[in-house]
């Protein structure tokens, strides 16, 4: 049978866009607006290939040219196809209609026939495109699809060539807010296989896959949608690092509770008690006692960052009334236990959580009215002295006894005030002396130094370093102190690359600060945006209902308006080797151009408070994983010009964090504390020393009073004595240092687990002879090289 095209046809329209049909001709529309001569032969070829047989397939292509016209779409002419397949061959009809539609497997999980209006919709929805635009790029879209010749496409895959044909338009802009946000399979495969180190506190199990899966999403969303160009650029780059970017658009970072507010208003732990029951004032110590448990639990769910208890003994004296020793010893195991065995966090972790803690009743609080059972006021603060001290001295000793097998409690962070009545009151002396057994076993507690002049009498400080203090309520004019350390916290920090800083300045004292001048003005406008986000999370969106719970006078619990908006920054002392040409420690011209630096950063933050009324501060950053981020991405731009800290082969290289020392210095011990201590009451949002400890057991005696010593004659803050143990499974033995076998029963490998303090808190570093168990390569890099002192 001889295919001709119909020429005597008077009903075909006048050829499309203005286009002249060739006499005798029929041209059809593509999908992606191309003409094309109809040539019936290609319908035989596809007709045979779908099954039906040759005779068939030629008396209906012979039959199509009756009802095909000049200007007919393809998708119209294939419909009439298969209605006519589809009576002489319905199975034939079927393979036909599956080898020329697309499906889509869309996210929801159905699969659906591919129609180009829901990219046209997409795009006037999601990109703010005009219909003419989106209709253009979707038809551009379908065409380039169908030369894929496939007949099932993913969700994943159209957003995919959507998004590279919004940048072939020029429409960058677009193509950002299009794009897709997740991970590619390779990666999910490795951190379901693998894991990963970036949190030394989360463990390999199926929650902490859940959540870096979820993390890497809203670290994206924030990079593409919430944050400026240049502001995800410079992080990119490594000029500044956000932390907490997959926290950064929902939740705060950090919060100092206030236990008598719940002692007197009752725990509702999602917020609102629409979810979960309702508890009113506890009525006993050990009520009391689980209630702070979940608070610091619950908390998690709204914030970012550690969870704290501000003044936790003295809150919580009143509720032990007439008990025992015994009595209040088994409270406070119950929260000890709870706050290490709440296995709930994010991503399958306990809580990282904090209690500072009094050795006496502060006199801020001396003459306040106690909330003691049943939420009821019960006298002052100031009555409930000796009650204070049997509770210190039975959560001293439940952090001494260690666990079943004899390894550290880990959490809660323990930090004791130490005013100048320790080192003189018999009482207190015996509390702060129980507080140096502990530095002499395990090493897990912390000192904050309330004797320098230049500290306030009311502040807090937790292992994440944030620090409040009473000077901002002075400053406000609050009637109490405390308004200003507690139902408050930190917003959010960033941190500034300093060494990158002086390799950008090749020398130039005045190009350092121009330098230094816009990384922080980086800092200012990416925590005005959050501070934007956090307001409108709260107050709009509903996001933390925690946050908002409202006490009995109506009152919101979370006080918004005293948040800190702090700054941090790593490695001075590679800026300082970088510009000067010595570390802090090694020339007294190095070490005062670094002070000078960083009392700049200050009176950057005391302008901005002014300028905003808002709590702007100079921070330590912990930096866990920032100090070796920084370090290689230096060392990969600027190559030897980087001075960096550990393995250069192996890459796994740090910068000393903050202005603290190389922690390999040959400095005395007290000459590091006073030079490191020096920069504390500068750095008010936070800060910390750590000395490092060798194998040998101390004596308590004598580290406490070295304590006094470093109280009395140093400007330290915070600062810890830091043990490495190695801690035997197999007889419960723990040992100082990293050893290869237990001293006790000589057991090796797996039975043997080590631990020391990553940052701001003690973790477990691995086991058996190898030490990267949930440390990042930089931060073992950096356990290696401690310096670790003898007492």
């Known amino acids: 049978m001889a295919y001709y095209t119909r020429s005597d046809s008077t009903s075909a329209p006048p050829a499309p866009y203005g286009g002249k ?70 199975e034939a009809a079927l393979k036909y209609k599956q080898a020329h539609e697309m499906f889509v497997r869309t996210s929801k999980g159905t699969l659906e026939r591919f129609d180009p209006k829901f990219i046209e919709d997409s795009l006037i929805k999601e990109a703010d495109l005009s219909r003419e635009v989106a209709g253009h790029v979707s038809k551009e879209v379908e065409g380039k699809l169908r030369k894929l010749k496939v007949n099932y496409l993913t969700a994943p895959l159209i957003r995919e060539i959507v998004t590279v044909q919004l940048l072939e338009e020029g429409l960058e802009d677009a193509r950002s807010q299009y794009t897709r946000l997740g991970m590619p399979v390779y990666d999910v495969t490795q951190l379901i296989e693998h894991g990963s180190r970036e949190n030394a506190n989360l463990h390999h199990n199926p929650e902490t896959i859940h959540k870096f899966a979820g993390d890497q999403i809203l670290r994206e969303y924030l990079l593409v949608k919430i944050l400026p160009r240049h502001i995800t650029d410079a992080h990119l780059r490594g000029d500044i690092h956000l932390h907490d970017a997959d926290y950064f658009a929902i939740r705060p970072n950090c919060l100092q509770h206030d236990l008598s507010w719940f002692f007197q208003n009752g725990l509702r732990v999602d917020g609102t008690g629409n979810h979960t029951s309702v508890a009113a004032p506890p009525k006993h110590a050990m009520v009391a006692a689980l209630h702070a448990a979940k608070i610091l639990a619950s908390s998690q769910t709204n914030m970012a960052g550690g969870q704290s208890l501000d003044n936790f003994n003295v809150f919580m004296a009143p509720f032990f009334t007439g008990m025992s020793y015994d009595e209040v010893k088994q409270v406070a195991q119950a929260f000890v236990y709870e706050m290490n065995m709440q296995y709930v966090a994010r991503g399958g972790q306990v809580v990282f959580s904090n209690v500072n803690i009094e050795l006496t009743v502060p006199p801020f609080l001396r003459d306040e009215p106690a909330i003691g059972p049943k939420g009821k006021v019960v006298g002052t603060y100031g009555d ?40 003189k009151d018999p009482k207190q002396q015996e509390m702060l002396l129980k507080v140096h057994y502990l530095f002499s076993k395990y090493g897990t507690p912390y000192i904050l130094n309330m004797l320098p002049k230049w500290q306030h009498g009311a502040v807090n400080s937790m292992g994440c370093r944030t620090r409040l203090s009473g000077d901002w309520a002075d400053r406000q004019g609050y009637t109490n102190p405390r308004y200003s350390t507690m139902r408050t916290g930190n917003i959010h920090y960033n941190t500034l690359n300093l060494p990158r800083i002086a390799i950008e300045a090749n020398g130039d004292d005045n190009k350092v600060f121009e330098i230094l001048d816009q990384r922080l003005d980086l800092i200012r406008e990416s925590l005005e945006i959050k501070h934007e986000l956090i307001e409108r999370r709260l107050y709009d969106n509903k996001l933390l209902p925690f946050l908002t719970q409202k006490g009995q006078s109506g009152e919101d619990y979370y006080q918004f308006k005293d948040l800190t908006h702090t700054v941090g920054f790593v490695g001075l002392n590679e800026f300082t080797k970088i510009h000067i040409g010595k570390g802090l420690h090694e020339s007294r011209d190095a070490y005062d151009f670094g002070m000078d630096l960083i009392k700049y950063m200050r009176d950057w933050a005391e302008f901005r408070t002014e300028m905003t009324d808002w709590r702007w501060t100079l921070t330590q950053s912990p930096a866990e994983s920032t100090s070796g981020r920084f370090a290689k991405l230096d060392l990969r731009e600027f190559g030897d010009r980087a001075i960096v800290k550990g393995d250069k082969e192996k890459g796994n290289v740090y910068y000393t964090n903050s202005s603290h020392l190389e922690v390999d210095a040959d400095v005395p011990m007290f000459e590091r504390a006073r030079l490191e201590g020096e920069f504390h009451p500068v750095c008010n949002g936070g800060h910390i020393t750590h000395l490092f400890l060798g194998e040998g057991t101390p004596n308590p005696e004598g580290l406490m009073s070295l304590t006094e010593k470093l109280c009395r004659n140093t400007s330290m803050g915070l600062f810890d004595f830091t043990r490495d143990l190695t801690t035997c ?36 570093i691995g086991s058996g002879e190898s030490t990267t168990g949930g440390w990042n390569d930089a931060k073992v890099a950096e356990l290696r090289d401690r310096r670790r002192y003898c007492i």
């Open 21 to 90: 049909a060739r006499e005798g001709s029929i041209y059809i529309i593509k999908s992606d607006s191309r003409i094309e001569l109809y040539d019936p032969n290609k319908v035989v070829v596809s007709l045979i290939r779908s099954g039906v047989p040759y005779k068939a397939a030629a008396d209906i292509a012979d039959e199509l040219q009756y009802k095909i016209y000049d200007g007919m779409s393809t998708r119209t002419l294939r419909t009439i196809l298969i209605n006519l397949v589809d009576q002489k061959n319905p």
């Open 384 to 423: 409930f002295e000796d009650e204070l001290q049997v509770f210190t001295e039975a959560l001293l000793d439940v952090f001494l006894d260690g666990d079943a097998r004899g390894k550290p409690h880990l959490f809660p962070n323990t930090i004791v005030k130490v005013r100048d009545s320790a080192f």
């Open 729 to 764: 499974k197999a007889c419960a033995t723990v040992s100082g240092g990293l050893q290869k076998s237990c001293p006790n029963c000589g057991a090796t490998g797996a039975a043997l687990e080590y631990y020391s303090r990553i940052t701001g808190y003690c973790q477990r």
